[in-house]
């Protein structure tokens, strides 16, 4: 077994992993990995990331995040994650169908009673739709393109999550989503969406960031112009008028809100003090380290974590795999994310904790009492 394809016996807890499994083909010369993490509270669920270098140890930590991230979002999903070590770089789009395909056959054992594939790096709705193909029962995945019982993602499911988580968290500190100054960085499909819904309903998004820059106006954003200019010129930072900044500054900007919606580890040691909101909603996965988020705590600002924010995704998966429509999923998104994140905010400001360490505790439950039925 080659380096990166072993695991740590420490990895082993009291809640996983159940199942890691590998399996190659020779014809493709697919080569992939699905670790499921916990299946107490229904079949493991998560994406399918296509990287060359995608270790074990890294699937089994998505794994164990997607067991969090179901259980505090109410979903009958447990955790799991997989990964395919190819380039799709190097390869054209028959070679990677046959990839896919491959796959999902030698999953048919654990598809769909425990392990429900997605999509993830590298992975969309084309593939999905090989993956259901390939494994004949359309349960197996979701994010499946719309003709074949898909919900795409395309409409917002995980930004109109974060909206709502972010007015819960401004509602909890007593305050007013209008006027609300909100800096947001990322303006892919969460971070559009999330602008979107939050100026809709009265926040004024005086920055938004992507990999090209920042633009910035304190007096607002036009956000259908700013994603008209995105579309366009496929940069924010064209937006006019506005005042353009390096990525980087987004974060130390006056606004009482920052959304980190794109890149993990953003905030940083470095450039944790420069931080000036009162509310971090984390739309990206892992955009800090936890001791950060214990030092925000400390200078009493309230951090929502990724896993009670982004779960828009999953929950849309969700309704998706119920045979749901998109007018389900957004009814759905809306009231798990304003419950969960009412519950969350609630229990740590009762404990005197930070939000992940209640939201830790309210998953952990969750899922040892279903583990405790299974006995």
């Excluded at 060359?52 to 995040?65: K, N, Q």
């Excluded at 951090?303 to 957004?330: C, L, Q």
Aim: aromatic share 6%; with cysteine.
């Amino acid at each position: 077994m080659g380096k990166g394809m072993q695991i740590d016996i420490q990895s082993y807890d009291e809640f996983g992993p159940e199942k890691i499994v590998q399996v190659y083909d020779p014809l493709t010369r697919m080569h992939g990995i699905v670790v499921i993490d916990n299946t107490a509270l229904g079949p493991g669920k998560g994406g399918i990331r296509m990287v060359p270098d995608v270790t074990v140890e890294e699937v089994r930590r998505l794994a164990r995040a997607m067991t969090w991230k179901c259980a505090l979002a109410s979903l009958p999903f447990g955790g799991a994650k997989s990964g395919i070590m190819a380039d799709p770089r190097k390869m054209g789009t028959k070679e990677k169908e046959r990839i896919v395909k491959a796959f999902s056959r030698a999953l048919k054992p654990l598809i769909p009673k425990q392990y429900v594939a997605a999509p993830d790096m590298n992975m969309a709705e084309d593939a999905m739709r090989w993956f259901a193909e390939a494994n004949g029962d359309p349960r197996a995945c979701t994010g499946k393109p719309a003709d074949i019982g898909g919900i795409p993602h395309e409409l917002g499911s995980t930004g109109f999550g974060v909206f709502h988580a972010t007015k819960v968290a401004v509602e909890h500190l007593g305050l007013e989503l209008n006027n609300m100054s909100v800096a947001i960085e990322g303006f892919g499909n969460v971070g559009i969406f999330t602008a979107k819904f939050l100026s809709e309903h009265g926040a004024k998004i005086v920055a938004v960031s992507d990999s090209k820059g920042c633009i910035y106006n304190e007096d607002g954003l036009n956000i259908e112009k700013l994603i008209k200019i995105k579309q366009d010129t496929r940069a924010v930072k064209n937006y006019k008028p506005g005042k353009i900044l390096e990525s980087k500054e987004l974060f130390g900007l006056a606004v009482d809100v920052l959304i980190p919606g794109a890149r993990p580890d953003v905030i940083t040691s470095e450039n944790f003090a420069k931080v000036k909101a009162k509310i971090i909603v984390e739309a990206a996965n892992i955009p800090m380290k936890n001791d950060i988020e214990e030092e925000f705590q400390k200078k009493g600002v309230l951090v929502v974590p990724d896993f009670v924010a982004n779960a828009g995704g999953v929950i849309s998966s969700y309704v998706e795999y119920i045979g749901g429509t998109p007018t389900d999923m957004f009814k759905m998104v809306e009231e798990k994310i304003k419950k969960n994140t009412k519950v969350v905010l609630q229990r740590a400001r009762d404990n005197e904790v930070s939000p992940r360490k209640a939201a830790m505790s309210i998953a952990q439950e969750r899922v040892k009492e279903a583990m405790a039925k299974r006995m």
